[in-house]
């Protein structure tokens, strides 16, 4: 009930394409859904957050697309670069805790 | 506005021993999260702190602990150390209300030998 799933692990994408990332959860009372971007020694940052009541969610490269009746959400990295390389995790809360997915790691070639 | 900062960076203990970890939230945040991060279980979600008590607890036995300070300050507590405690542990710090964004520090490596 608590879990969210996302995937892939990986990803490779070309510099220039889209690169996209896709969560799914169990527990509806979840209401707020951030994505997370980590670097290598760093602590995660928030990237972009949606709440259940907008289906999308857009700024600059970054949108997320939130589909509340099949329980799943994804982020599309539009334009993707070599500085996007980073593992990103998507969350979910009711409140204060957050909930993560496995993450993703993702790696842009240039 | 400075950062999140945590200290030690880095920690190296032995089973048996215990560790205290420490979280300097944002300036003005009165809410400090904990999270634990492997490569095996990801990201969990350990406690949260706000105003002093704790207000929220993940699924981690009872060798896990926290306390918050009165200017927010957060100190983390791993007694009897196992192997599998070996991670990077995250604070992060928010405003306090739900669903505010939280502002996560570089963690602290710890490794249990």
């Known amino acids: 009930q608590q879990q969210v799933k996302q995937s892939p692990q990986s990803l490779i994408v070309q510099k220039g394409g889209i690169s996209i990332i896709n969560c799914a959860y169990e527990n509806t009372a979840f209401d707020y859904f951030p994505w997370y971007q980590q670097f290598p020694g760093k602590g995660p940052a928030l990237l972009i957050a949606i709440r259940p009541d907008v289906s999308e969610k857009k700024e600059g490269r970054f949108t997320i697309s939130f589909n509340k009746s099949a329980k799943q959400f994804s982020l599309h990295i539009m334009d993707s670069q070599p500085g996007d390389s980073a593992t990103y995790f998507c969350a979910a809360t009711t409140g204060t805790a957050l909930i993560f997915g496995k993450g993703t790691t993702l790696s842009v070639s240039s | 506005k400075a950062g999140v900062t945590q200290t030690p960076r880095y920690l190296i203990k032995t089973r048996g021993q215990q560790v205290t970890l420490s979280c300097s939230p944002i300036s003005g945040h009165r809410s400090v999260s904990w999270y634990q991060q492997t490569p095996g279980q990801g990201l969990q979600f350990l406690f949260e702190y706000f105003s002093e008590t704790q207000r929220n607890k993940g699924n981690f036995p009872g060798r896990f602990s926290g306390r918050q300070f009165s200017n927010s300050r957060s100190e983390m507590n791993v007694s009897t150390l196992e192997l599998g405690d070996s991670a990077l542990y995250l604070c992060?710090?928010?405003?306090?209300?739900?669903?505010?964004?939280?502002?996560f520090g570089p963690g602290t490596r710890l490794l249990v030998l």
């Open positions: 992060a710090s928010s405003l306090g209300g739900d669903r505010e964004t939280q502002y």
